[in-house]
C-alpha cells in the first residue's frame, strides 16, 4: 500500500511569514495526526483529526496554528505568522486503529 | 495523562553486542506501548507493540521488547548488534490503541561501534 505523503519535505521561511503544509493519509485512514517534532525531542501530537472531525487538538497554539481536513481525505497545517521556535518537522500520520504510520514529514527552518 | 521516560538519551554499544534501550511508563490505565525507530531525514517506522496480549513482543529486525507492569517498564533489545540499527529509537504509550493519539518519549541515539 502506498504510505503516508506529505510535502514540501523541506522550507525556509523568514519569522512572521506563514506557511502551509500537506498530508495525504493511507487510503482509508480514518484517523489523521499533525505531530511537532523540534530537534532532539520526541515528536509533540499538535492535533487529531477523525474522518473531518477534530478529535483533539489540546495542544495547537490556536493563536497561530491552524489546521483543517475537507472531506475527511487530505489534510493541511497551516503556521500564521511563523515564529522562530516554530522551527522543526512536521509529521503527519494515519491509522485505522493501532499502529499509526508517519509520512517522512516535513523539516521547517525559520529564520 | 499518559507519559514514558527513555532512559539515556545515547547509547554506544559494538557490533555484535547486546542492544538494551530503556523505557518506562506512566498510566492510570492499561496501557498500549510501541517502539518506533527514525533513520536521519526519515518518519518513524514501527518496531513493535504491546496490546495486552503476550508480554513478550517480537518486532522487525530482531528487536524484542518485554512488558513488565511491576516495573512499569518496556524494554527494548536485541541480541546483537548490527551497524545498519544505527538510528533514534522513541518509545511511545496510548490508551486506548489507535483511537487516541501517541504520546512519545525524547528518544534515544543508538551509536553502534565497529
Known amino acids: 500500500e502506498a504510505g503516508v505523503a506529505q510535502s514540501p519535505r523541506y522550507k525556509i521561511i523568514e519569522k512572521r511569514q506563514s506557511v502551509a503544509f500537506w498530508c495525504n493519509p493511507i487510503s482509508g485512514h480514518a484517523t489523521l495526526y499533525w505531530y511537532q517534532q523540534i530537534l532532539g525531542q520526541g515528536p509533540k501530537l499538535l492535533i487529531q483529526?477523525?474522518?473531518?472531525?477534530?478529535?483533539?487538538d489540546s495542544q495547537l497554539p490556536k493563536d497561530r496554528f491552524s489546521a483543517e481536513r475537507l472531506k475527511g481525505v487530505d489534510s493541511t497545517l497551516k503556521i500564521q505568522p511563523a515564529k522562530l521556535e516554530d522551527s522543526a518537522v512536521y509529521l503527519c500520520?494515519?491509522?485505522?486503529?493501532?499502529?499509526?504510520?508517519f509520512g517522512n514529514g516535513t523539516r521547517l527552518t525559520v529564520t | 495523562a499518559q507519559s514514558v521516560t527513555q532512559l539515556g538519551s545515547h547509547v554506544s554499544v559494538s557490533e555484535g553486542a547486546l542492544v538494551l534501550l530503556r523505557c518506562n511508563y506512566s498510566s492510570s490505565v492499561p496501557p498500549y506501548l510501541f517502539w518506533y525507530v527514525q533513520y536521519p531525514n526519515q518518519g518513524l517506522q514501527l518496531l513493535l507493540k504491546?496490546?495486552?496480549?503476550?508480554?513478550l513482543v517480537k518486532g522487525i529486525n530482531g528487536f524484542e521488547a518485554e512488558f513488565k507492569k511491576s516495573e512499569t517498564s518496556f524494554h527494548l533489545t536485541k541480541p546483537s548488534a548490527h551497524m545498519s540499527d544505527a538510528a533514534e529509537y522513541f518509545c511511545a504509550v496510548t490508551v486506548r490503541g489507535g483511537a487516541d493519539g501517541l504520546t512519545f518519549g525524547k528518544g534515544t541515539h543508538l551509536i553502534i561501534q565497529p
Open positions: 504491546y496490546t495486552s496480549a503476550a508480554t
Open positions: 500520520a494515519s491509522s485505522s486503529g493501532s499502529p499509526l504510520h
Open positions: 483529526f477523525q474522518n473531518n472531525g477534530v478529535v483533539d
